[in-house]
């Protein structure tokens, strides 16, 4: 532990890296930090009671819903509305963004909020680590008016903060504000984040690669000969391959050792997986905070612009190094060739 430093502390600490900072940030962020203990509880305990299994509904995406998916999205949408500090929310569990407030705006609140609830809600039955992932930015619509799609609809890169909470061996929120990546690690005793990793950079290179290498077939012919690279039997290679199915530990594991993490597009999913707005954009951002770097494969995620709130995008993310070194293998194709 680092001079034993809180996360409450810290949020509070770093407060005046903002301009005119209001308080506004700190406390949407302190509203997190309880949303994620409370969801961290549950989790836990997953195993032992009746919570486990399938909740019997479908999400607009057509995915199943498990039912601490939706717990875990009750907890934190019920968190940041009803702490009133913030103008709209948007979540993946979510068929459209909430508008707090209402039509009558008697707030002037300036941030709003995306999360994916629990990324790798699959994993939860067989007790592997999920996380929670959470995008902020600072609306562009006029105070005191009903926030609109375009204030959700913004590029990655006009993201305030980002962060991950992933509920593994031990539970970690890692955040960026924008100058720099930490992260803090939970005494489940006092129920206490203290700051375990400060300053967090990706290695320039590394050695693991992380992918559904069970979709091979279908994908692009840039995916197959960048895997081959990986593989063979050369300078440092080959890689190791490591891939839990959970992103947020996917990233959390590469970030610290050094890798790449990829959910290119298939003929199975030309789109993708992962979605821009709840997954990729503050995965990006934590990237990029730490020296990494994501692309869709041929372009920086944080500056696509957006078109719908559910969209999917492919994602390549990890070691700068690595990445280049992917991007470099997807330019031999152009990007709507046949595969
Ligand atoms: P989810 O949001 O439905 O949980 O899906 C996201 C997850 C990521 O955490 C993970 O990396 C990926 O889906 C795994 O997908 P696949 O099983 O296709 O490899
Ligand atoms: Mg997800």
Known sequence: MTNHITLG??????QNDFQYSSGELSSLLSSIKLAAKVVNHEVNKAGLVDILGNAGNTNIQGEDQQKLDIYANNVFMKTLIDRD???GVASEEEDDFVIIGGKKQTHDHK?????DPLDGSSNIDVNVSVGTIFSIYRRISPLGTPVTQEDFLQAGNMQVAAGYVVY???TMLVYTTGNGVNGFTLNPALGVFYLSHPNMKFPKDGKIYSINEGYYIHFPQGVKDYLKYC???EDNRPYTSRYIGSL???FHRNMIKGG???????SKAPQGKLRLLYECNPIAFLAEQADGWASDGYKRILEIKPTELHQR???FVGSKNMVEKAEEFMANYPKDAKY
């Open 85 to 87: 500090i913030v103008c």
């Open 231 to 233: 593989q063979e039997e």
């Open 248 to 250: 947020v530990s996917d």
């Open 260 to 266: 790449i993490y990829m959910y290119p597009t298939s």
């Open 9 to 14: 502390e810290y949020i509070i600490e770093n």
């Open 111 to 115: 941030y709003i909020v995306l999360m």
């Open 168 to 170: 593994g061996t031990s």
């Open 313 to 315: 995008v492919p994602i």
